[in-house]
């Protein structure tokens, strides 16, 4: 809701309750008036019962003017009205209605309570504050996963340079006394990756900055969390064009059947296809780290069913934290991960080097900003991704879907 917005609801609220204030004192006045009449008709209007209860009356009505400019607060306590009715039926009032026809009198009062009356709340000449929850109802979004499972690294240079090994000969060999020695030969390439730049921008107003300031830490807020998703996604499927990174799409290697497992597995499910992938990285000597899988498909997973309507999970599946585990590796779950997919191996031989994390900052000079009482806020990063060719079959990427389980499965 806007300041004007908010304003009309004062208004709204301070009218409503004037009214219900006039309407209560006008009721009040009216039910007293004529039950005050009865009684009078009732007792004689000479008799000491009558003058009493006069009285008292007066002073109420006495007191309620006094209290013309407070507020009267509702409480639980019975109107006015209803406590009078209840005293003029009650056992002690009747029996000093019959004294009194007798022309006895019988030292009787009605304590009647009259509406708490209290300026502790009063919201005359006030505008109540209208309620606002904190923060902002904003729609959800993923959680960023990659930048925490690969090796992250800073560099202060725009360019990043390794060297990988493209070729070697090995030379060892077992050799006799005084033999000649075999030669080995090595050969190196560098290489490099440039640093590559994520930014986003908004505007506010001078006007929003001055009523609505949490607004601006909302706003930056949302910066910080757009400019993570994007890196997140740029590492998973950027596919190295400037001004993209190279994701780790690009690093994978394709999944193949292990030579021992092609067809000489008996009723397999997608849990063998998940250790075939994790043997195929440990055939090339790496170690994975963890499994990578969309939500659904780690779903898929765990409700997977025998013939029988049992639970299929082999032994050396297991949960930790409430996070299926894989042969010992957490299977994390993302929507960032293309459904139906899921990737394997050791996330640490993908390389994330941060030349400036995210950088907010706020300006008055962009453009036509100042003449129409705008500022910009911006957000910038600068990052490169990379690995070794010589580290491609640390990672493999397959799917699980009936060809993959056609592909164990024994003749």
Excluded at 191 to 196: D, S
Excluded at 214 to 226: E, I
Excluded at 283 to 309: C, D, E
Excluded at 366 to 385: C, H, V
Aim: net charge negative; no cysteine.
């Amino acid at each position: 809701m806007d300041k004007d917005g908010m304003l009309q609801l004062g208004k709204d609220l301070t009218e409503k309750a004037s009214k219900l204030i006039e309407a209560s004192e006008a009721n009040m006045k009216t039910a007293a008036d004529t039950l005050a009449g009865e009684l009078r008709k009732e007792l004689g209007a000479e008799s000491e019962a009558w003058k009493g209860l006069q009285k008292q009356l007066d002073e109420i009505q006495t007191e309620q003017k006094k209290a013309a400019d407070l507020t009267i607060k509702a409480d639980e306590d019975k109107p006015i009205e209803l406590q009078m009715k209840e005293a003029i039926a009650s056992k002690d009032f009747k029996e000093a209605q019959k004294a009194a026809k007798d022309g006895r009198y019988i030292g009787t009062s009605i304590m009647l309570k009259a509406s708490d009356i209290t300026n502790d709340n009063s919201i005359t000449n006030q505008i109540p504050d209208p309620m606002l929850m904190p923060g902002i109802s904003a729609s959800p979004y993923r959680t960023p996963f990659l930048r925490d499972i690969v090796t992250t690294l800073n560099t202060n240079s725009p360019v990043i340079f390794w060297y990988e090994e493209t070729s070697r000969t090995d030379g060892s060999a077992a050799t006799d006394e005084a033999g000649v020695y075999t030669q080995g030969d090595q050969a190196w390439t560098q290489y490099e990756a440039t640093v590559r730049k994520i930014t986003e921008y908004q505007k506010y107003s001078d006007e929003m900055a001055e009523d609505d300031a949490f607004l601006l830490s909302v706003m930056r807020n949302k910066l910080l969390v757009d400019l993570a998703l994007k890196l997140d996604s740029q590492q998973y499927n950027g596919n190295g064009s400037a001004p993209n990174l190279k994701g780790i799409m690009s690093y994978d290697t394709a999944y193949s059947v292990p030579t021992g497992l092609a067809n000489n597995v008996d009723s397999p499910n997608y849990y063998d296809i998940l250790l075939a992938a994790h043997t195929q990285v440990t055939n090339a000597y790496f170690r994975p780290t963890a499994f990578i899988m969309h939500p659904t498909n780690v779903a898929q997973l765990m409700t997977g069913k025998t013939s029988t309507a049992q639970y299929q999970a082999p032994p050396w599946v297991t949960m930790n934290g409430g996070r299926l585990m894989v042969l010992g590796l957490p299977v994390i779950a993302n929507s960032g991960v293309t459904v139906n997919t899921f990737t394997v191996g050791d996330f640490k031989k993908i390389n994330l080097a941060i030349r400036k994390d995210i950088d907010i900052r706020l300006w008055d000079q962009n453009s036509t900003d100042p003449i129409y009482g705008l500022k910009t806020i911006t957000a910038t990063m600068r990052a490169a991704q990379f690995a070794s060719a010589q580290d491609l079959a640390a990672l493999v990427t397959g799917s699980l879907n009936q060809t993959n389980l056609d592909g164990l499965a024994s003749a």
